[in-house]
């Protein structure tokens, strides 16, 4: 069973920067970064596809986030600027092992990360 252990959430004050990571112990088909916020349904945020590197990214952070993978490490990277209030939620990473779908939809997502904390203050 793939596993996936994130790191590099915590607080910081509004406009500044994090760098959130996941490691995943196998391979995957795509990963994505989805966050829920107290009282808010878990939305994706942005997702990248192994193979060809395609990128998806929610309205709300284009522009200011930035999804990467370095595939020979199995790592998935989330490179948040421009952080605002309302970015602060719980950051969890996913992934899809089978072939097919997309991780930017939670329904063809079939691994969780346990989840890191971002808050950001205004």
């Known amino acids: 069973q793939v596993q996936l252990v994130e790191s590099g959430g915590g607080s910081v004050q509004a406009g500044g920067s994090l760098r959130l990571s996941c490691v995943a112990s196998?391979?995957?088909?795509?990963m994505g970064w989805f966050r829920q916020a107290p009282g808010k349904e878990r939305e994706g945020v942005a997702a990248?596809?192994?193979?060809?590197?395609?990128?998806y990214y929610a309205d709300s952070v284009k522009g200011r986030f930035t999804i990467s993978r370095d595939n020979a490490k199995n790592t998935l990277y989330l490179q948040m600027n421009s952080l605002k209030p309302e970015d602060t939620a719980m950051f969890y990473c996913?992934?899809?092992?089978?072939?097919?779908?997309?991780?930017?939809?939670?329904?063809?997502?079939?691994?969780w990360g346990q989840g890191t904390q971002v808050t950001v203050s205004s």
């Open positions: 996913a992934a899809r092992r089978a072939t097919g779908g997309s991780c930017s939809q939670r329904l063809s997502i079939n691994l």
């Open positions: 990248i596809f192994t193979g060809s590197g395609n990128t």
């Open positions: 196998g391979y995957t088909y795509c």
